[in-house]
């Protein structure tokens, strides 16, 4: 049972990335999903999140409009789309599952973006 986080990496100011949360062991269906980021000397703080159905979406104010959370079910994967990066975006971004009745948590191992020029 595991997440694996993808398509972190080193991005102009402006530019785009899009991250992948693949699970392999578990499906997704019934887990609220989640997008956190870690920059160094700071707490993980909560980006975006999903609810199970994908009906519901939440941000954080500072990606409100540049970010896009969305779950491919098919798949067993949730994305981060990222626009319009900022150097302050700069953090090894974290998914996370929550358990829509049994609240179990799962997370990935994160993946490094960085935005610089």
């Known amino acids: 049972v595991q997440l694996v986080e993808s398509g972190g990496g080193l991005v102009q100011p402006g530019g785009s990335l899009r991250l992948s949360c693949a699970a392999s062991?578990?499906?997704?269906?019934?887990?609220?999903m989640s997008w956190y980021r870690q920059a160094p000397g700071k707490e993980r703080d909560l980006v975006a999140m999903?609810?199970?159905?994908?009906?519901?979406?939440n941000y954080a104010d500072s990606v409100k409009g540049r970010f896009t959370i969305s779950r491919d079910s098919a798949k067993n994967t949730v994305y981060l789309q990222m626009n319009s990066l900022k150097p302050e975006d700069t953090a090894v971004y974290y998914c996370?599952?929550?358990?829509?009745?049994?609240?179990?948590?799962?997370w990935g191992q994160g993946t490094q973006v960085t935005v610089s020029s």
């Open positions: 996370k599952a929550i358990g829509r009745l049994s609240k179990r948590e799962y």
């Open positions: 062991g578990f499906t997704l269906r019934n887990y609220d």
């Open positions: 999903i609810t199970s159905g994908g009906s519901s979406t």
